[in-house]
């Protein structure tokens, strides 16, 4: 049996072919809100985002991501910022904070219409040095990904990729 919410779960895909249309400045405001609606831990909400729409920087970003050189209208880039979480106890669990408002924005988007794909950048201190550079972010703020954002110019079929062996029912 299928619900609206599966059909929209099951319909984000990576995206990575976009047409040149700009995604609109109050639609980028709306996966932002999506985003910062994500739990995190003792609510400590420890994000920032640096939404790139410049030309020039988008080059960058294509060019220091061996696996982001995507042409996209814009990107989302959810930071890590060490001074902003309102709970020291959480603040391991930054990962878990910025993927949940990550995921958050993939599904917002692809509701819309739009497409995203996520692109890694956290742990890996090349990646994580050129995105800072990029977007001249101060040395303790941590980029989590790159999120491309933009008008789908290809399709993917929505599916699952659930698989029975993966769950364990009370015991392992
Ligand atoms: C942590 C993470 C890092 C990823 N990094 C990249 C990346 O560098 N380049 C890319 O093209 N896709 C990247 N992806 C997207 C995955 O390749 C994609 O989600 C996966 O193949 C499943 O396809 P789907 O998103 O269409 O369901 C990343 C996804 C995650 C969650």
């Known amino acids: 049996m299928s619900h609206p919410v599966l059909d929209l779960i099951f319909s984000r895909r990576s ?5 040149d249309q700009p995604v609109d400045r109050e639609v980028l405001v709306e996966l932002l809100q999506a985003g910062m609606a994500a739990p995190s831990a003792m609510n400590s909400r420890p994000w920032e985002f640096a939404i790139v729409t410049d030309p020039v920087k988008l080059d960058a970003l294509r060019k220091s991501l ?10 989302i ?15 391991s669990f930054w990962q878990q904070d910025l993927s949940a408002a990550v995921q958050n924005i993939l599904i917002t988007a692809s509701g819309m219409g739009l497409g995203t794909v996520w692109i890694g950048v956290h742990p890996m201190p090349p990646l994580v040095g ?26 993917k079929s929505p599916r699952t990729q659930y698989e029975e062996r993966r769950v364990h029912w009370d015991e392992y």
């Open 15 to 19: 995206i990575r072919k976009y047409t």
């Open 66 to 75: 061996p696996f982001g050189n995507y042409q996209a209208p814009a990107a």
């Open 77 to 91: 880039i959810p930071l890590y910022n060490p001074l902003i979480g309102s709970n020291p106890i959480s603040v």
């Open 130 to 155: 050129a995105v800072r550079k990029i977007i001249k972010a101060p040395r303790w703020i941590t980029p989590l990904c790159v999120i491309y954002v933009g008008h789908p110019d290809q399709t």
